[in-house]
Nanobody, 121 residues
């Protein structure tokens, strides 16, 4: 059974940083996708960044240059380092895991419970 457990959310001021972590269990196969999504109140869930098979990383445009996604295979943990946070980044952040569909897309099958990020101006 796959379990994804997020941690690291919190409240910061604009310009601050947070590092999210997602501990994965029961999900260790190759040919994977793992990523971060977020959902703000009244908005649809959107992809922020994901690692697509063999290390390719893909970012939402507004995250490029500020966020860094990485994975520690030994710990089976996914990270999202978020720097220079803006009020618009405030949302519930979810970890997701799934399988490769194309060279730049994934099919997301598993989701964590989320960790809240609040950014004050």
């Amino acid at each position: 059974q796959v379990q994804l457990v997020e941690s690291g959310g919190g409240s910061v001021q604009a310009g601050g940083s947070l590092r999210l972590a997602c501990a994965a269990s029961g999900y260790t196969g190759r040919g994977y996708c793992m990523g971060w999504f977020r959902q703000a109140p009244g908005k649809e869930r959107e992809a922020v960044a994901f690692i697509h098979r063999y290390g390719t990383t893909i970012y939402k445009d507004s995250a490029k240059g500020r966020f860094t996604i990485s994975k520690d295979n030994a710990k089976n943990t996914l990270y999202l380092q978020m720097n220079n946070l803006e009020p618009e980044d405030a949302a519930m952040y979810y970890c997701a895991a799934g399988s490769v569909v194309t060279t730049v897309t994934c099919s997301w099958a598993y989701w964590g419970q989320g960790t809240q990020v609040t950014v004050s101006s």
